[in-house]
C-alpha cells in the first residue's frame, strides 16, 4: 500500500516495535491501538465467538467509511452475518486518506455464505428533482458501484447553474454578488455555502468576502483540541491522570520558563523510578531559572493527583495557566475564550477520567480560530471543504473551482480508484443543495510566483465529470464584472494621439 516506504521496511519494524514498547511502559493506547487490540482479541475464535454472543443485532451506519481493519472486526464478531446491519452510500465513499476502504461495501453482500439483503434507500427529502437529475448523470458514470437513482417530490424547474467566469477572482466576484442578491432576498448567509476541494481554493474568495465585510467561518481547518492552548490545558490534566505519561508530562513541563527539554525529560525519568511519582517530583531539584515557578506547579499537581473535586480541577489548572499562556501567546484573551469553553463542556462529564476518555473518542468540531460557537442572532456565511460538508445542506450552495486539475485534483488522478473517489467528491458537493446549486468554471488560473501585475496564466478545462452529453442538466451561462464588460457602443468616437500631446508639451 505505500511502495515508497519499501527501502525503508526494516527501519520502519525498528521503530514500530519501539513505539510499541513506549506506549505499554506509558500505559497509553493511540487511536489505532483501539481497533488493533480488539481485533488482536477478534482474531482468537473462541474469543470472538464470546463477544459476538453478547450482541443479537450489531448496526454500523456510515459504512462506505470504514476500513479494512473495521471490517475485520466486524466479521470475526458476526461470521455468518446473522444480526448484522450496515448503511452506507458507496457514492459518499470519500475518505480513502484516512483508510476508509470503498470495496467494504461494494463486497458486503457476498462476505457470507447466505448473501446479504440489499435494501434500497432512494427517495431523498433534501434537493430538488432538477439538482437530483444532474447528481444522479454525474454519479452514474462510475465505473463500479449500487447502481440507484434519487428522486424526489420537490418539484423545480430551476436547473443547476454551470457558471463560466475568466479567473478566480472573477470566481470570487461572482459568488460575493450572487450571495449577497441571495441575503437581500431573504436567504441568511448562513442558509448559503461555498465548497471547495482543498482548503487553499477558497483563499481569493476570502479576500473578497473581508473586503466587502461579509461575515464567513470556515470549516475544514485546525480543529479545537488541535489548538496549543488547548492541548497544553488537555496535557496537565492527562499528566495528572496518569504520571507514566511522558508526552503529556514532556508538554506540561516546558511550559514553565528554565525548563527546556533536557531538564523536562530528566524529572519525568526520575518520576518513572520512584516507587510514588508525585515523591520523585517533589525530590527534583529544578534549574535555577524555574525555581520561583516550581512551588506553585508542585502544589497544583500534587493536588490534582490527591483528587480535586471535579470539574473544579480544570479551573485551577487554567488559572495556573494563564499566565504562561500570555507570556507564550500575544492573542491570549482570545484563547482565554478557548478555556473557559473548555470548562463548560468538562462540566457535563461526571468525573476526569470519563472527560479525558470522551473528549478522545468524540471531539468537537469547533474551530481553532472561534472562541466557541457565534451567537445565536450573527449570520455568516459557510465556507468549507467538501471533506467538511459531507452530511451538511443549505439552501444554497456554491462549488468552486469545477474544473480539471482541481475537481479532479491533479494528485487525484494516480489510478483508477483514485479518479472515482474524485468524481465521488463532486456527487458530495452537489447533494448538499437544497434549493439551488452553482458549480463555477474559472477560466484560466495565475501562478503565484510572479509580480502583482503579472500575466502568466495557465488555461483549464471544465471537470471531466461533466462531458458535454450531461450538459443538458445544466444551465450555462457566462459571467463577467462590471469592471471587465466592455461595450464598443460605450466608447468615445474620438481617437487621441497621446504621444503626440507629450511630446508637443516641451515644443
Same mark, same amino acid.
Given at each position: 500500500a505505500f511502495p515508497w516506504c519499501a527501502a525503508w521496511a526494516e527501519q520502519l519494524k525498528e521503530l514500530f516495535a519501539a513505539y510499541v514498547e513506549a506506549k505499554q511502559a506509558q500505559n497509553v493506547l493511540d487511536y489505532d491501538d483501539l481497533l488493533l487490540y480488539w481485533a488482536q482479541m477478534a482474531a482468537e475464535p473462541e474469543i470472538a465467538a464470546h463477544l459476538g454472543s453478547r450482541f443479537d443485532h450489531v448496526l454500523v451506519d456510515e459504512y462506505q467509511d470504514t476500513n479494512r481493519l473495521q471490517?475485520?472486526?466486524?466479521?470475526?464478531?458476526?461470521?455468518?452475518?446473522? +444480526?448484522?446491519?450496515?448503511?452506507?452510500?458507496?457514492?459518499?465513499?470519500?475518505?480513502?486518506?484516512?483508510?476508509?476502504?470503498?470495496?467494504?461495501?461494494?463486497?458486503?453482500?457476498?462476505?457470507?455464505a447466505k448473501p446479504a439483503e440489499i435494501v434500497m434507500l432512494e427517495r431523498n427529502y433534501r434537493s430538488t428533482e432538477t439538482i437530483l437529475a444532474a447528481a444522479n448523470r454525474v454519479i452514474g458514470e462510475a465505473s463500479e458501484r449500487f447502481t440507484k437513482n434519487l428522486w424526489t417530490e420537490r418539484r423545480s424547474s430551476h436547473r443547476p447553474q454551470l457558471v463560466s467566469v475568466r479567473d478566480e477572482a472573477e470566481q470570487a466576484n461572482y459568488v460575493c454578488q450572487a450571495i449577497l442578491a441571495e441575503r437581500e432576498a431573504g436567504t441568511a448567509l448562513k442558509a448559503q455555502a461555498?465548497?471547495?476541494?482543498?482548503?487553499?481554493?477558497?483563499?481569493?474568495?476570502? $479576500?473578497?468576502?473581508?473586503?466587502?465585510?461579509?461575515?464567513?467561518?470556515?470549516? +475544514?481547518?485546525?480543529?479545537?483540541?488541535?489548538?496549543?492552548?488547548?492541548?497544553? /490545558?488537555?496535557? /496537565?490534566? @492527562?499528566?495528572?491522570?496518569?504520571p507514566r505519561d511522558r508526552v503529556a508530562g514532556f508538554r506540561v513541563l516546558q511550559l514553565m520558563p528554565g525548563i527546556g527539554p533536557s531538564a523536562a525529560s530528566q524529572i519525568v525519568d526520575a518520576m518513572a523510578t520512584s516507587l510514588d511519582e508525585t515523591l520523585g517530583l517533589a525530590r527534583f531539584r529544578p534549574p535555577q531559572r524555574a525555581a520561583q515557578d516550581w512551588p506553585v506547579f508542585l502544589d497544583i499537581y500534587s493536588g490534582l493527583r490527591a483528587g480535586a473535586k471535579w470539574p473544579a480541577d480544570l479551573e485551577r489548572i487554567r488559572l495556573w495557566y494563564e499566565p504562561h499562556m500570555e507570556r507564550i501567546h500575544e492573542d491570549a484573551i482570545t484563547r482565554r475564550a478557548d478555556l473557559i469553553q473548555l470548562e463548560q463542556i468538562a462540566?457535563?462529564?461526571?468525573?476526569? !477520567?470519563?472527560?479525558?476518555?470522551?473528549?478522545? *473518542?468524540?471531539?468537537?468540531?469547533?474551530?481553532?480560530?472561534?472562541?466557541?460557537?457565534?451567537? @445565536?442572532?450573527?449570520?455568516?456565511?459557510? *465556507?468549507?471543504?467538501?471533506?467538511?460538508?459531507? +452530511?451538511?445542506?443549505?439552501?444554497? $450552495?456554491?462549488?468552486?473551482?469545477?474544473?480539471?486539475?482541481?475537481?479532479?485534483?491533479? *494528485? +487525484?488522478?494516480?489510478?483508477?480508484?483514485?479518479?472515482?473517489? !474524485?468524481?465521488?467528491?463532486?456527487?458530495?458537493? /452537489?447533494?448538499?443543495?437544497?434549493?439551488?446549486?452553482?458549480?463555477?468554471?474559472?477560466?484560466?488560473?495565475?501562478?503565484?510566483?510572479?509580480a502583482a501585475r503579472g500575466d502568466r496564466h495557465v488555461y483549464a478545462s471544465r471537470t471531466r465529470f461533466i462531458p458535454a452529453s450531461m450538459l443538458p442538466a445544466f444551465e450555462q451561462s457566462s459571467w463577467a464584472s462590471a469592471a471587465l464588460k466592455d461595450d464598443p457602443r460605450q466608447r468615445p468616437g474620438v481617437k487621441v494621439d497621446l504621444g503626440a500631446r507629450m511630446r508637443g508639451i516641451w515644443k
Open positions: 471490517a475485520s472486526i466486524l466479521l470475526a464478531l458476526k461470521p455468518d452475518g446473522a +444480526g448484522l446491519t450496515v448503511v452506507g452510500d458507496d457514492a459518499q465513499s470519500i475518505y480513502s486518506f484516512r483508510a476508509a476502504e470503498v470495496r467494504n461495501i461494494l463486497d458486503f453482500p457476498k462476505q457470507f461555498v465548497l471547495f476541494r482543498t482548503s487553499s481554493h477558497s483563499g481569493p474568495l476570502e $479576500v473578497e468576502l473581508t473586503r466587502r465585510n461579509i461575515p464567513f467561518v470556515k470549516f +475544514g481547518g485546525l480543529k479545537f483540541l488541535d489548538a496549543a492552548h488547548v492541548k497544553d /490545558m488537555l496535557a /496537565m490534566l @492527562r499528566f495528572a491522570e496518569n462540566s457535563t462529564y461526571p468525573s476526569r !477520567e470519563r472527560f479525558l476518555t470522551e473528549l478522545t *473518542l468524540d471531539p468537537p468540531d469547533a474551530t481553532s480560530d472561534q472562541a466557541g460557537a457565534p451567537h @445565536r442572532d450573527e449570520d455568516y456565511l459557510i *465556507l468549507s471543504t467538501i471533506h467538511s460538508a459531507k +452530511g451538511q445542506e443549505w439552501k444554497n $450552495v456554491f462549488v468552486l473551482n469545477t474544473v480539471d486539475g482541481c475537481i479532479p485534483a491533479d *494528485l +487525484g488522478v494516480g489510478t483508477k480508484e483514485d479518479i472515482e473517489e !474524485e468524481r465521488r467528491l463532486l456527487y458530495v458537493a /452537489m447533494t448538499r443543495a437544497k434549493d439551488s446549486l452553482h458549480l463555477v468554471v474559472p477560466q484560466r488560473f495565475y501562478p503565484h510566483n510572479q
